[in-house]
């Protein structure tokens, strides 16, 4: 059992940044796949970046679209974390975000996902 804890959403204004952190319980989190997707009131839970782990303390990162160029994420293998660095923060990001986690799966589909955490809301407002 993995317990993720997320960390770091707040009230932004528009162009700003937040950096969201994902803290995993397991000791071998760092060998887990981690997708960062996101829930707007109304919308369905959306992709925002898959972050694969191909072995030892490599990994590749997919990112949706919209994100592309203004999100940068990445991990610390040591300390068992996942960050989302947000850029250039627009009121469409306006969302909770949640990081999931497989040991298995990585990709877009929600429901593959094995270990969900609580979420940290984002609002991007000025």
């Known amino acids: 059992q993995v317990q993720l804890t997320e960390s770091g959403g707040g009230l932004v204004q528009p162009g700003g940044s937040l950096r969201l952190s994902c803290v995993g319980s397991?000791?071998?989190?760092?060998?887990?796949?981690v997708g960062w997707f996101r829930q707007a009131p109304g919308k369905e839970r959306e992709i925002v970046v898959v972050?694969?782990?191909?072995?030892?303390?490599?990994?590749?990162?997919d990112y949706a679209d919209s994100v592309k160029g203004r999100f940068t994420a990445s991990r610390d293998k040591v300390a068992g974390t996942a960050f989302l660095q947000m850029n250039l923060l627009a009121p469409e990001d306006t969302a909770v975000y949640f990081c999931?986690?497989?040991?298995?799966?990585?990709?877009?589909?929600?429901?593959?996902?094995?270990?969900w955490g609580q979420g940290t809301q984002v609002t991007v407002s000025s």
């Open positions: 972050i694969r782990w191909i072995g030892t303390a490599t990994y590749v990162f």
């Open positions: 999931a986690a497989s040991d298995t799966y990585y990709g877009s589909r929600a429901s593959e996902y094995d270990y």
């Open positions: 397991a000791r071998t989190f760092g060998n887990y796949n």
